[in-house]
């Protein structure tokens, strides 16, 4: 697996800060963006996967949520070492993932309406915040101008107004993602963003969005009742605990006080609200930060 060392994990943290978003190049391994995209496109055969004809989801864009739950090939994806690391700094390392969906632009397809992925939070919150969620954009095919590569606004985290708002876009710089096949865009959830039109005759666009969030923060998709317990007893511990089977600051997700990995699961994920913790030696009441 191609891994991210430490100073570069710095360097992107640095561009997000300023930016708004990070892009990790030759991120993927060649084979593994071969097996995912054929994955993909196999599934949409499959499951017959057609446009769902929204403003936000497109008209020519075959869109699948739940990725986890159809084949065991996309798991290598929200633990990835060029990724995650970066994504568990902007965050912590009680972040989940909230959700996972590939997006195959198809030619003719229109801008999409440019937005935050936070954008629910947002409102709830003054601008600029801490991230919210933060998105990892998985180029399984070259992205361009032409092709739909996602158009966003640099800095735009930043901004104290969202995208949606009277005016908000004018004089604004808009620009164009543009990366090969294996590279990966993290940003800021704040960013402003949308995927770009196709213009090309016959080429489509294939990228996978994974996104994560605070352990304090629902999910944007369920992996309680969208992956069934006979598939996620597949998964490695750490994929779980990016689900939220393990407790958020030893407090955060308890069934009468076990968290979600042991009822689910047994011993493998067992934990005990406030007990295990006060264990450990720290102490959930004061908000300490252990993951």
Request: with cysteine.
């Amino acid at each position: 697996m191609v891994t991210i060392a430490e100073p570069a994990i710095f360097d992107h943290l640095a561009r997000i800060d300023v930016d708004g978003y990070t892009i990790v190049e030759d991120a993927i391994e060649p084979e593994l963006v071969v097996t995912l995209r054929e994955a993909i496109r196999r599934l949409e055969r499959d499951l017959h996967v057609e446009p769902r004809g929204t403003a936000a989801e497109g008209h020519a864009t075959r869109r699948m949520y739940n990725l986890l739950a159809k084949d065991p090939v996309f798991q290598a994806m929200p633990l990835h070492d060029s990724v995650l690391p970066i994504v568990e700094r902007l965050l912590d390392r009680g972040c989940l993932l909230s959700g996972m969906t590939a997006i195959d632009i198809g030619p003719g397809e229109h801008e999409q309406p440019v937005h935050g992925d936070d954008i629910v939070m947002s409102r709830h919150l003054r601008r600029p915040h801490a991230p919210m969620m933060v998105t990892s954009m998985w180029a399984l095919d070259d992205f361009t101008e032409a092709n739909g590569g996602t158009r966003f606004v640099p800095g735009s985290h930043l901004f104290t107004r969202t995208p949606d708002e009277p005016g908000a876009l004018d004089d604004v710089e808009i620009r164009a993602l543009e990366m090969p096949a294996g590279s990966v865009m993290i940003f800021h959830g704040s960013l402003w963003h949308g995927g770009g039109p196709n213009t090309t005759p016959d080429v489509w666009r294939c990228g996978v969005n994974v996104q994560y969030c605070p352990g304090f923060v629902r999910q944007q998709q369920n992996p309680y009742l969208g992956i069934p317990r006979e598939i996620a007893a597949t998964f490695s511990d750490r994929l779980l605990e990016l689900l939220g089977y393990r407790l958020y600051k030893g407090i955060m997700g308890h069934v009468d006080g076990a968290s979600p990995g042991e009822v689910a699961f047994g011993a493998r994920l067992a934990e005990t609200a406030y007990r295990d913790s006060e264990r450990r030696g720290t102490t959930p009441m004061t908000g300490d930060l252990d993951g």
